[in-house]
């Protein structure tokens, strides 16, 4: 399913924003967006030993203006 609207990207964790990218993603394909996402989870699961599993409640979520969250990556299971 693609979206003629601008992907934005952000992690949250349970409590609160974490990140949020300054620009919109550099695609309007919902599927290039959810990789981009998922391999982002990856890269932050990969710190979790380093930082005592505090990404452990985090999720990477791709998001447009018009429909809200699109899609959730969570870090847990990346």
Same mark, same amino acid.
């Given at each position: 399913m693609d &979206?003629? =609207?601008a992907f934005h990207l952000q992690i949250r964790s349970s409590q609160t924003m974490i990140w949020q990218a300054p #620009? /919109?993603? #550099? %695609? &309007? *394909?919902l599927a290039e967006a959810m990789q =981009? +996402? @998922?391999r982002l989870? *990856?890269? /932050?699961?990969r %710190? +979790? +030993?380093a930082s005592g599993n505090? %990404? *452990? &409640?985090?999720?990477?979520?791709i998001y @447009?203006? +018009?429909?809200g969250i699109a899609y959730r990556s969570p870090v847990m299971s990346a």
């Open positions: &979206s003629m =609207f #620009e /919109c993603l #550099e %695609t &309007s *394909r =981009f +996402a @998922d989870a *990856r890269a /932050c699961r %710190t +979790a +030993a505090a %990404t *452990r &409640s985090w999720v990477v979520e @447009d203006d +018009a429909h």
